[in-house]
């Protein structure tokens, strides 16, 4: 595994991990988390404005849970490693960043693990970015001059939407990743590249 793959597995695998508990705290809103993710009952007043988002939460959830324990189990399995211990999401995954190293020594097993984390990251996002309140950011974004930076409150970042935004780091998933998204924490507005944005805006 290259450093710029490990890189990248790292640090999608570590947001998954910070992601997924909002999608438990979503479809249980309030403070009661379920322990075993499924759909929420319908609101007893009649009104089921709010069904579909559960559905679509909860799939998810099932989703990234079956993923992750899968992707965990195939690690233990191609290493040789015994079978791993039964452990919610973040611990699991949590488990996978410790492995990364070995996991680097086996070129099909680092690419299929990168494989995953961009797949259930991108269906986290979604699930997450569907139920969330968008804002636009004044400004363009630094690197693709676009009038496309959106605040995201829940996740405490800006991104860029534009899906033809690139930069000229090497190491970026933009470059491998066509849903890729460029981010920076919300406190930390972006600012523009020292040569100007690398593209033409909207």
Avoid: K
């Avoid at 998810?60 to 039964?86: F, S």
């Avoid at 409150?153 to 933009?174: K, S, T």
């Amino acid at each position: 595994m290259s450093d710029t793959v490990r890189t990248e597995t790292a640090r999608r695998l570590d947001a998954l991990r910070r992601q997924f508990p909002e999608l438990l705290a979503e479809l249980a809103p309030g403070g009661r988390s379920p322990a075993v993710p499924g759909p929420a009952p319908g609101p007893a007043g009649g009104s089921r404005s709010t069904a579909p988002l559960r559905l679509h939460i909860s799939d998810a959830i099932r989703d990234i849970t079956d993923g992750v324990t899968e992707l965990e189990e195939a690690v233990h399995d191609r290493l040789g490693l015994p079978r791993p211990q039964r452990a919610r999401v973040p611990r699991r995954i949590g488990r996978l960043l410790g492995l990364l190293d070995r996991i680097g020594h086996d070129a099909v097993l680092a690419e299929h693990v990168l494989d995953e984390a961009r797949r259930m990251g991108r269906r986290c996002s979604r699930a997450l970015g569907g139920s969330e309140a968008v804002t636009a950011v004044d400004g363009r974004c630094p690197w693709c001059g676009s009038v496309s930076l959106r605040a995201f409150p829940e996740r405490r970042a800006v991104l860029c939407i534009n899906p033809g935004c690139r930069c000229d780091d090497p190491g970026c998933g933009c470059r491998t990743d066509p849903a890729h998204r460029h981010s920076w924490p919300q406190h930390e507005p972006p600012h523009e590249p020292p040569d100007g944005p690398s593209g033409g805006g909207a």
